[in-house]
């Protein structure tokens, strides 16, 4: 009987077996597009190469993965040792070590938005370099003379400004600087109008915003780059991006925050009713004064007369008593004379207040027309049958147009 022989077996080197279980691997449809959920830790971030080289774990295992520069740029957020995230990549070996691997093309933070990561990460970076320091910030002018506005010319952002602006402060001239606001040209933009303001001095406060919106909306205000500039601006700069509830990096930089554009055009210029005011009661307080020190000079001097008459001889009495009379209507006639000099000032300036009052305006036979809740400044902005509200300055009324 014949002994049975048996067939030699097939030697192969390392080399050939990571290349064969690597090809397995790759030819994996299941394994070229997985999504995977885990905790960042020894993460290694090469600044010279742009590669990320990082492990994902869980409760009961991990896995190496690689994030390669090209797909590392387009990360919108720093990852960090200890944070959870949904990486999607595709599973290979590297045959070189022996160790499959994950390489990821793209990686998301688990529960909290990549937008959300990043903004919390720039703000901390500029609060450590100081560029938020309130000892920094610059006060906003009482009185300006211009205002200049960093937003979007179509947005309802600049008609609210535009129309506080000229109501509550028509002696302020305002400058547009029309920019976009949204999308990945607006940063440059901003920075643009910031530096452009600076250059010509063109303006005593700047107003920048626009309106609410999400957080990919007001994306162009958390830029870098943009709050250097505000940062190094002269000229105060007052944040009005979105509505109250919104913050962006903007709003920490800029010398004020306002909630809402229409606040910032508030807090920019003062109101000239309260100034009419408070002139009148400044007018009435020096009269008070001017009153008090009559009042005070002219006990003085019957004072010093009664003390005269007390004690000196009659002809020293007279003599005195006649220095005296004509001091008091000298000092009278000075103060008489101040007093109505800024009466005058105070006149003049309560005219020129009374001459921008609306109302003045209505009062000599004027009246203003509007169609909803906007002013009617051309006859191209009407049609046959539209209704109008002309106002008076006693009231209003109610027409149609005819033809």
Not at 14 to 33: C, H
Not at 328 to 336: D, R
Not at 348 to 360: D, F, M, R, T, Y
């Amino acid at each position: 009987m014949e002994t049975p022989q048996f067939a030699k077996p097939r030697i192969i080197s390392i080399s050939q077996l990571n290349y064969y279980v690597k090809s397995l691997l790759d030819n994996d449809a299941r394994l070229m597009n997985v999504f995977v959920t885990g905790e960042i830790s020894n993460l290694t971030d090469h600044y010279r190469s742009g590669h990320i080289y990082f492990s994902l774990k869980d409760e009961r295992a991990v896995v190496r993965a690689v994030m390669f520069a090209g797909n590392a740029r387009n990360l919108r957020f720093k990852p960090q040792e200890g944070m959870k995230v949904i990486a999607r990549g595709r599973v290979s070996l590297y045959e070189a070590t022996g160790g499959y691997q994950l390489y990821v093309e793209d990686m998301q933070p688990d529960g909290i938005g990549a937008l959300t990561i990043q903004f919390e990460q720039l703000k901390k970076k500029l609060e450590e370099k100081g560029v938020f320091d309130p000892a920094h910030k610059k006060q906003i002018p009482k009185f300006p003379k211009t205002v200049g506005v960093i937003t979007s010319p179509t947005g309802a952002a600049v008609q609210d400004i535009r129309n506080i602006i000229t109501r509550r402060y028509p002696l302020a001239d305002i400058v547009l600087c029309p920019v976009l606001v949204q999308g990945n040209m607006a940063p440059a933009q901003l920075i643009n109008a910031v530096n452009l303001f600076n250059e010509y001095d063109c303006a005593d406060v700047l107003i920048i915003g626009r309106g609410g919106g999400s957080i990919e909306d007001l994306w162009a205000f958390n830029d870098e780059n943009l709050a250097y500039a505000i940062y190094a601006s002269n000229i105060p700069v007052i944040s009005a991006v979105g509505h109250e509830t919104d913050f962006t990096i903007c709003d920490f930089v800029s010398d004020l925050r306002a909630p809402t554009p229409s606040a910032a055009a508030e807090l920019a210029v003062p109101d000239i009713v309260e100034l009419r005011g408070y002139f009148d009661s400044q007018k009435q307080y020096l009269s008070s004064i001017m009153d008090s020190k009559a009042a005070l000079l002219n006990a003085r001097y019957k004072n010093a007369a009664a003390s005269m008459d007390a004690h000196s001889p009659q002809r020293r009495y007279e003599s005195i008593k006649n220095q005296l009379s004509l001091n008091a209507e000298k000092a009278k006639t000075a103060f008489n004379n101040k007093f109505t000099s800024q009466a005058e000032g105070l006149n003049q300036i309560a005219s020129k207040l009374e001459a921008l009052n609306p109302v003045s305006v209505l009062k000599r036979g004027f009246a203003y027309a509007s169609k909803g809740n906007k002013v009617v400044i051309s006859s191209k902005e009407l049609k046959a049958g539209d209704t109008l509200r002309l106002t008076f300055h006693d009231g209003e009324v109610n027409t149609k147009v005819v033809d």
